[in-house]
């Protein structure tokens, strides 16, 4: 593990989804997809692979982004948010089955902090402790699928 994560082992991490919806929303960003993710989305809704991809996907750079949403203002929802809930949930990407266990996120307890001020998940009263075992597999997930976008 990266001494910049020591914090990542001795810090205690709650987290328990709410299903509140909030890491689907926010400011303009990324929900970066692999070609394989693109694929089953698209089989999961049943749909033509370019027909999907002109509808739910754009390119930026040389990855591929979900579309998102203007809800108002600066407030951006995933193409998938509806009613607060994720409809491919089988099927959504690596990025979003690893959060809040992003690099960024985990790198120290202030940028754990700072994030739950929008997950409500985050010390969450009635959460657990996370093993160690469970957050290192879910930071090397993430940290694996960077490398390949």
């Known amino acids: 593990m990266p001494s910049s994560l020591k914090v990542f082992q001795e810090h205690s991490f709650r987290f328990q989804c709410t299903g509140c919806g909030e890491c689907c929303t926010g400011p303009e960003g990324y929900t970066w997809v692999t070609p394989e993710e693109i694929t089953a ?51 959504r990407p690596t ?4 959060y809040p266990w992003w690099p960024s996120v985990v790198s120290s307890e202030q940028s754990w902090d700072q994030e739950a001020k929008y997950c409500e998940g985050i ?27």
């Open 95 to 98: 990025q979003c089955r690893t």
């Open 41 to 91: 989305m698209a089989e999961h809704l049943d749909m033509d692979l370019d027909a999907f991809c002109e509808r739910y996907v754009r390119k930026v750079g040389n990855r591929w982004s979900l579309k998102e949403t203007r809800v108002s203002g600066e407030r951006y929802d995933c193409v998938f948010l509806r009613e607060k809930k994720c409809s491919i949930y089988s099927v």
């Open 123 to 149: 010390n969450h009263p009635d959460a657990n402790e996370i093993p160690l075992l469970e957050r290192e597999k879910q930071l090397s997930k993430q940290i694996a699928y960077e490398k390949n976008l």
